[in-house]
T-cell receptor, first 114, second 111 residues
Framework: DAGITQSPRHKVTETGTPVTLRCHQT?????MYWYRQDPGHGLRLIHY???????DKGEVSDGYSVSRSKTEDFLLTLESATSSQTSVYFC?????????????FGPGTRLTVT | GENVEQHPSTLSVQEGDSAVIKCTYS??????FPWYKQELGKRPQLIID?????GEKKDQRIAVTLNKTAKHFSLHITETQPEDSAVYFC??????????FGTGTSLTVIP
């Protein structure tokens, strides 16, 4: 658990403001993921990264962007936050498909957009 | 894409009884099926997983079974304890690529 951290852990922001969430890992895992968790929907993939500067979209990517400039950091940006983006956001890491399949989750960030 | 359905959404059992949670998937190419446990306010934790080359896997009181023909897999918890109370999520994946999660089962173990 100590190998994956997220910041901030809680954030309240206003509609229309930009927000950046950070995921930091010390596992040296190649793959990193951003999910959102909402009641009745489980965990849904927003974006993922398969290496430094290599990212791709998930099933709910609209309104989000990501960046990965270092192996250990994966940033999620909401360019202009909306109330529908109020959620709990989880980062996950994975050694890499084809090697070890397991994904390990960070502690989560609770984001409220007012 | 893959579609994973999970049932039931809520489950209450008496302490010591067994609990079973079922998931179905749509993509026959899926071959990796993990189960996560999430306690209130905590992160999802991997508790057991199974690959399509085996039909059953056990780890102490928990087991997972897989029926590839019917495209469903199940989590079995025996001798339930109050600390088993949590939300459980199943997921399906092809070779560890993009995970598709079920909507979760809230398990309550009544002492």
């Amino acid at each position: 658990d100590a190998g994956i951290t997220q910041s901030p852990r809680h954030k309240v922001t206003e509609t229309g403001t930009p927000v950046t969430l950070r995921c930091h890992q010390t596992e040296n895992h190649r793959y990193m993921y951003w999910y959102r968790q909402d009641p009745g929907h489980g965990l849904r993939l927003i974006h993922y990264s398969y290496g430094v500067k290599d990212t791709d979209k998930g099933e709910v990517s609209d309104g989000y962007s990501v960046s990965r400039s270092k192996t250990e950091d994966f940033l999620l940006t909401l360019e202009s936050a909306t109330s529908s983006q109020t959620s709990v956001y989880f980062c996950a890491t994975q050694d890499g498909p084809g090697q070890r399949y397991e994904q390990y989750f960070g502690p989560g960030t609770r984001l409220t957009v007012t | 894409g893959e579609n994973v359905e999970q049932h039931p959404s809520t489950l209450s059992v008496q302490e010591g009884d067994s609990a079973v949670i079922k998931c179905t998937y749509s993509d026959s190419a899926s071959n990796y099926f993990p189960w996560y446990k999430q306690e209130l306010g905590k992160r999802p934790q991997l508790i057991i997983d199974i690959r399509s080359n085996v039909g059953e896997k056990k780890d102490q009181r928990i087991a997972v079974t897989l029926n590839k023909t019917a495209k469903h897999f199940s989590l079995h918890i025996t001798e339930t304890q109050p600390e088993d109370s949590a939300v459980y999520f199943c997921a399906a994946s092809i070779l560890g690529n993009q995970f598709y999660f079920g909507t979760g089962t809230s398990l309550t173990v009544i002492p």
